[in-house]
């Protein structure tokens, strides 16, 4: 790799020189090659991290505690698995503020799961933040529906699948390796992707609704039927 001063650093990554020294300060970039008491270079794998920090912030709207929690998950795991396993652990934290999930959610959670044959560890930090989310709706008086929950599984399901196996392809035209890195980007940065694409298809779908016309039915399709 062909090093670079602290300028070009800047340059490149598009963050100003203090910030770039604040991350180092906070271990979230690692330390260039000393080439003097005061200077170090840099290389593309420091562009490469900035970007992804920039990213994490940015785009996720993580904090930078979080960020740098899922950057050492992401140099201390040993596969793309633990790795983001990892990262949905600290993305999991809910604060000292927050209500354990009731008894009764993550009876529901378990019954989900076993539905839809998925398996989680006893415990597990994905099945609690669930549990939580159906507390809330009970609390203000929105419950959600067993159909509905079911409905919201059976929808995941294929785009899961597709996240899986595009760690692993290069079908959108990149060389990709299945390195624990390019399986954590795309975890966390495509959640704001389906979030967006939820809120477009809603809007469309309430204008087509409430605003029909005669020759242009509403894009609409029927739940699948629930197994019983």
Known sequence: MIPMWMAELSRLSGLSVPTIKFYLREGLLPAGTATGATRSTYDESHVRRLRLIRALTDVAGLRLDT???VLDGIDSAESWHDAVGS?????AGTGEDSAPPTEASLARVDALLEIQGWQLAPGHPQAEI???ALDALDEVGHPMSEDMLWFYAHAI???AMEEVLWVHSDEHGEEIEADVES???RTILTEPVILALRRIGQENVSRQLNEPK???PPDMR???????
């Not at 990262?87 to 993305?91: E, K, S």
């Not at 029927?222 to 019983?228: A, G, I, L, Q, V």
């Open 67 to 69: 960020v740098k929690q």
């Open 87 to 91: 990262a949905h652990t600290r993305l």
């Open 130 to 132: 669930l549990a939580r």
């Open 157 to 159: 399901r294929p785009i």
């Open 183 to 185: 399986a954590v980007v």
């Open 214 to 216: 005669p020759d242009v």
């Open 222 to 228: 029927m739940w699948p039927e629930r197994d019983r």
